[in-house]
């Protein structure tokens, strides 16, 4: 028990000890030393007089004294430990608030179109969530996803080419986990393949979904348990779509790699190999973009013509009745809670959102000229 003490110490502990037992046999210790300077003082030395002070006592048979002696060693090493400890908890509470905060949320989107005799906005429930995933985060996983990119013999799922990829590039690549969406133009719609055994979510992707729920940017309610990898080449396209009901609302996308814009519109066309609508929202890296409400059920969205790799990865949630046979929730990904903090939504982004392309004319030669190009729709209207 002695040798433990003395070997735990570190030079202030054993200083704060040597000035309180030191004083108690000077005779023992030696003037010289008890006048050392605490910067000066060598954390052998000090030791070595504590065992002195231990060993006289010990020989005058003064036990009560060396056994209070080891008692108050253990005592400053448990308060030292305590006090580490809860540093360590401050610190790490200080970082997760101040992650918390970074977090700049923009909710007030507005894109108003004609859907049937009424003026809706078809951006309702859009979300856009900046700041959500650190450098270091996004290293890991775009690390991550080139690995399953060149490992992908070891998947039960190979990434495959995305048949309604129409764009120049060379295809994207799709992974899936949690379930197998079949979206392939065959004669049955696209569903849940419930009879396919789902690739279990990997742990790094668990996080994400972790920090999502935590960062109020997912409800706790809706926490994703299916999540695509979607790898873009330069040229790649995504096609005006609307996500599947077999999942539920909200349906969340985050960016990475390289910053791109995403499309919305009730009325989407495709120009030749690239995409055009009425409104396109800007994604940076890291950030997520959450979509509900009408953003999800009504107005479309697509990825136009990338100009570099990107990866995005979209988290959904499956509903109960689709889910495929055997499908079990992971641990990890049950009973999140968000935090106790509240998000400050008055913050209003640098940018807003953009219309890169024109917005179709309703009828006549103009919508016609718009469809097979911008330059014959700037000569249409300058016609008139």
């Known amino acids: 028990m002695r040798d433990v003490c003395f070997n ?40 070595k007089a504590l065992l002195s002070v231990f060993l006289f006592w010990h020989k005058l048979n003064l036990r009560a004294y060396a056994e209070y002696f080891l008692f108050f060693c253990f005592w400053l090493l448990r308060d030292e430990e305590c006090t580490n400890n809860q540093q360590q908890e401050c610190d790490q509470e200080n970082r997760v608030y101040n992650e918390f905060m970074n977090v700049r949320r923009k909710k007030n989107f507005v894109c108003k179109e004609k859907i049937g005799k009424e003026i809706v906005n078809v951006v309702d429930g859009l979300e856009l969530h900046t700041n959500v995933f650190s450098p270091s985060e996004q290293n890991k996983i775009v690390n991550f996803v080139h690995q399953l990119e060149k490992q992908e013999q070891a998947i039960k799922q190979r990434p495959v080419a995305d048949p309604c990829n129409h764009g120049k590039g060379k295809g994207r690549v799709s992974i899936q986990f949690g379930c197998c969406y079949d979206n392939a133009p065959e004669e049955n719609p696209p569903r849940i393949r419930r009879d396919i055994p789902a690739n279990p979510i990997p742990s790094i992707l668990q996080d994400m979904i972790r920090k999502l729920v935590e960062l109020h940017v997912v409800p706790p309610s809706c926490v994703p348990d299916s999540c695509v990898i979607q790898i873009f080449h330069v040229g790649d396209i995504m096609l005006p779509h609307i996500d599947n009901d077999d999942f539920a609302r909200p349906i969340s996308i985050v960016s990475l790699l390289s910053e791109c814009d995403i499309g919305f519109g009730s009325n989407i066309i495709k120009q030749g190999s690239d995409l055009s609508g009425p409104i396109a929202v800007p994604l940076p890296v890291g950030s997520v973009l959450v979509l509900k409400r009408n953003a999800a059920d009504v ?37 999140l809670a968000p935090l106790s903090y509240e998000s400050d939504d008055s913050y209003v982004l640098p940018f807003d959102v953009k219309t890169p392309f024109p917005t179709p004319p309703a009828t006549g030669y103009k919508r016609k000229a718009w469809r097979l190009g911008p330059r014959l729709f700037e000569r249409s209207t300058k016609r008139s």
């Open 8 to 47: 735990m110490l570190d030079t202030e502990m054993a200083w704060h000890l040597f000035s309180v037992f030191g004083k108690l046999c000077p005779a023992v210790l030696g003037q010289q030393l008890m006048h050392q300077s605490q910067l000066t003082m060598k954390l052998a030395l000090v030791k």
């Open 299 to 335: 107005a479309k969205h697509c990825v136009p013509a990338v100009q570099s790799e990107m990866i995005l990865i979209i988290f959904r949630k499956i509903k109960e009745w689709n889910r495929p046979h055997g499908f079990v929730v992971e641990p990890n990904l049950r009973r």
